[in-house]
């Protein structure tokens, strides 16, 4: 496993009133979902990133309503040529 060290300011993150290793945590979790949304990561490979099984990830989702099934235009169109 990497670890990576990253040098953040304080005054953006005090309103968070979290802990170094708290927030860490949450932006951990944050890119996860993010590189997912944006179709970089598989919800598998999201959820190892995250730290976080797969039904973990894919309850965090819910909680953070995140859509889990998404169609492109040309996915629509072959559901529709099948339906």
Not at 11 to 16: D, G, I, N, R, V
Not at 56 to 79: I, K
């Amino acid at each position: 496993m990497s670890q990576i060290d990253i040098t953040v300011p304080d005054a953006p993150f005090a309103p968070l009133r979290k802990a170094p290793h708290e927030l860490a945590a949450r932006m951990q979790h944050a890119a996860a979902i993010h590189w997912y949304q944006q179709g970089l990561l598989s919800m598998e490979r999201a959820a190892e990133a995250a730290g976080r099984g797969r039904a973990e990830f894919l309850a965090e989702l819910a909680r953070r309503r995140v859509d889990v099934f998404s169609l492109d235009e040309r996915d629509l169109a072959r559901e529709l040529q099948g339906a």
